[in-house]
């Protein structure tokens, strides 16, 4: 089993999608986190923005980090022929 | 093999679509007989017998004599039911039970929850589990085996997973004794071990096989005994269905609330401060006797003794240093109620700049732990054995976190829809006409719910309630005037979150001796039976010990559960995605990482927390249930300087890492 340039190539964009959607992950609970007093002062829907991250708006952003990265990665496996034989 | 799968999953839609329908029809079933007059205490033993025999029959049909059956269910659950059972493996008695709760008495600091239990599936994803379904073995110190080579990994691996899951597996029995104790009346001992009967059938015959599909009709009960009551509640109070969107304007209420409450110029205001005023002279009053009582020593205690009458002396403190530590904890107390309310959504409370920024570094390195932690406790990462496919495994990470998020996405809604309603309703209500669910409450569990007329006006004032976290989900059904029967539902969700952590953890703990230690280690020639009744008599034992250790009921579960975090992740995580990401780790490195993550964790727990008696000062202000965040950098470090050291990995070694990052590696286009 020789890995190819393809295959690299494949695992090369595997860890960019990776980094890019740990980036928003970090942004996401970190940084809103750091800065919740000051978010506080916006209100969204009722909720002051700070305290809505943290209870709702972070958990929905992280469900749709890992559809996406699965739907994402489903695709590149079919895209670079990595993909599992037995798949309907 | 795609035949049968598809019609395998049609199947499994078919059965548990018949199962949910079964369930709430039962329960109109048990709210008709209510009305018909059924008493609550047989209520409450329906439900425990009908959803402990549930589960035993499910456990009883899914028997099996297979090794990959009994380890990883045979690698065909699909993605959606892996993720419900994932939902259910996670979710324990303190989410579902304490996790509204803590909501309720901390505010927005008790969010570091809600987004570490959550956030920590964005690194099972993206890590972890599409890799470990690639590598494809039975248990995670298998993956440290096979990857650094040789038995030291494996065993580190193995005492590391039996430390943290033996830590949670502890609070989880803990919880099913007393859920058990309070809807049947039984002692929480017996409830330790009825409870223990429960986790056992479904397990013993079936191992991983059984557990999964108990999981996936465990979190159907959950999901719904958790949804109705916030649903009607919120209908009471936002004419909304949909809390988790409307709450917002409840949020803004109770915020207007704790500011009239705050005030002493309102009428409210005042009589809340009236109260205060008691608490601070009290406080005063315990101050001025600890002093006498470093003047006067026993002397000063035995005429203080003397002037009472013997019903009092009684509950006297008996010597010197009872005293001393009786009223320290009087003085601590009554100077907390005497404080102001706090503010429901403003993070990181403190007394001046300096304290609140403590308190946000501790938040933010709460979460990282929770994160890190979720992304390496054993019995989670397990789950992703037993999808068909990497494509699966994938997936079920998705629905592993939907179905949670269900959960945690409506326990801050409910917290604020309860607290609403104790300061709109409660607060200002007259004693003599308390609500019917404040006085059943007082009378069940003083830790529960305590509530004294301290000044006297015969009105409720918030300062002279005083709630245990663990109200706000038991008390709900009755908050928003259901019947008895959701009571109960209630209490069956909880004793189903608890009993499915359990079951997890247990089969995490006696697969990692009965695979790791005896198969891999002791006899790799055991025949297949040999294995089994290996397996199934070490379930047996290790669950025996932890039913023993709780019924000692040893103290503060709160602490365990997060200690188990924050070591799970020092331990696992830095060589978990290491050993993928970074082809040039080897076992030196894995080892000196993971003992060294592992070692600077218990080092600043055993430190830091009081119950050890060091006290020394701590790092940066964090707190000991956070020693994660300096473990998992040192785990890191560790990897990297040891490998770096020491010659690459084998070829053979190499290979398998490309093995686990490209799903198919033989190239089919």
Redesign the interface.
Known sequence: MQVTERMQEYWSRNLRITAILLAIWFVVTYVASFYARELNEITVLGFPLGFYMGAQGSLVIYCVIIAFYAGYMNRLDRTYGVHEEDED | ??QT??AFNANLKRYYSFYTGGFIAFVIVLAILEQMGLPNKIIGYVFLLATIGLYAGIGIMSRTADIAEYYVAGRKVPAFFNGMATGADWMSAASFIGMAGTLYLTG?DG?AF??GW??G??LV???LA?YLRKFGQFTIPDFLGARYGGNLPRMIGVAAAIICSFTYVIAQIYGVGLITARFTGLEFGVGVFVGLAGILVCSFLGGMRAVTWTQVAQYVILIVAYMIPVVWLSMKHTDSPIP??SY??T??KVTALEKELNDPNSTRGAAEASVRKIYLERAAAAEAKLKALEAGGAEYLATEKAKLDESAQASFPADVAAAKAAWTKDVSTNKAKAGPVKAH????QGKDEAARNTA?LN??AL??CL?VGTASLPHILMRYYTTP???EA??S??WS??FI?LL??TA?ALAVLVKFDIYAFLVGSSFADLPAWVANWAAVDKTLMAIVDINKDGLVQLAEITIGGDLIVLATPEIAGLPYVIAGLVAAGGLAAALSTADGLLLTIANALSHDVYFKMIDPNASTTRRLAIAKGLLLVVALLAAYVTSLKPGDILFLVGAAFSLAASAFFPALVLGV?WKRANQTGAVIGMLGGLAVCMFYMYTTYPFFGVNAPQWFGINPISAGIFGIPVGFLGVIIGSLLTPAPSREVQ?LV??V?????????
């Open positions: 093999m795609a799968q598809s927005y969010l809600i987004m959550t956030g599936y964005v994803a993206l890590f599409p988790q969107i917002g304007y949020l803004q959504a403003e993070p990181f946000r938040f933010l979460v990282f994160m496919s990497v494509r994938r997936r990470v998705g976190l939907f998020f945690y996405f801050p990401f290979e490309d093995h990052r490209y799903p198919n590696l033989e190239g089919n286009t």
